[in-house]
Structure formats: structure tokens, C-alpha cells
């Protein structure tokens, strides 16, 4: 008998171990197998997308597998308004296609499902950078930071961003902060 009556979905789990180890195809024939029988399965939908994407040697906004991977993240978001996983994933893949401002939205709208979801707020941090927006960059990488501390490794970019904007010196210190420059991010107490 399944714990607290819940039965572990080892149809979903095997298609996730296949994308996993990289047999993407036969993942992306699992889901959509899976969607055939059950359509309201969220997960599958997301999963379906990511696996989507994967099969792509370059992502192409023209591609059938992009239509159908933004149409599986679409319907899995109006299934499930209220998880933030759909959105995200939208987010990462409208960021691989260079659609920033849509790419940001589905970040924004994945945030106000979950405010705590770091990985969005990397996202937008590094979104920003991309767009030369250096000042929103380090904000919200300072964000991400306070959100996960452990994000620190993957921001890199975030020193080149602050010599940008001229908070910092030639040999990379910390130029000090005039109270009227509007260029420091605030910071929250």
C-alpha cells in the first residue's frame, strides 16, 4: 500500500531518468505518451519542453520542437497557475531563444508565484548584464546571493558588471560610494 495513500508515478520517473542520462528522444516519446493518457500532468508537460529544447542542436524560435515546447509550457502553466515551474522554464527557454523582454516576464511572473526562487532572480540578474543594464545586474545578483548563497560560483560576471557601472577601480577595489551617486544598488536592511 502507497504511503499516505499517494502511488509513486513510475512512468514519469523512468521518462525523467532517460532525459537524464541524455536518451532524449525516447524521453520526449515517454512524455508525450504519458500527456496522451493523462493531459492535466504538469510535470510531463514541463519535462516534455526541457526534452524539447534538448533535441535541438541550436534552438530556433521557427522550430516545430520550440512551438510545441512553448505549447507544452503554456498549457502546463494555465493547469497550474499557481506553480512557479512552468514560468521558469518558459523563462530559460525564451532566454535561450534572446527573447529578453518575454524571457523576463515569465521570470517576473514565476517570482510573484514563489519570491524565493533564486534561480529566476539569477536569470533576470544575468538578463540584465546580457542587455548592459549593469546596475539592475548586481541588484538583483546580490538578490539571487542573499536567496542562495551558494549561487555565488556562477557569478562571475558580476565584477566586470560592477567595473562597468565604475564601482570599481582599474585594479578591481571597491570605489567608495558618494551619498548622492545613484548608481550604487540600494540595499535592503
Known sequence: MPIFGRSKDTEYEHAARLLASGDTLEAI???REIIS????HTNARVSLAVALMQ???EPDIDNPLTIEALESLDTAASLAP????????KGVLLRDLKQFDKAIRSFEIALEIEERLAPAILHLAEINYELG???KAIEL???ALIRDPGMEGS?????VAMRK???????GNVIDKPTDDKRWPVRNP
Open 29 to 31: 516519446d515517454r512524455f
Open 37 to 40: 493518457k493523462r493531459p492535466n
Open 55 to 57: 533535441a535541438q542542436e
Open 82 to 89: 499557481e506553480d512557479p515551474v512552468p514560468y521558469f522554464n
Open 133 to 135: 543594464n549593469w546596475e
Open 141 to 143: 545578483a546580490r538578490l
Open 155 to 159: 557569478m562571475g560576471w558580476v565584477r
Open 165 to 171: 557601472a565604475g564601482l570599481l577601480d582599474d585594479d
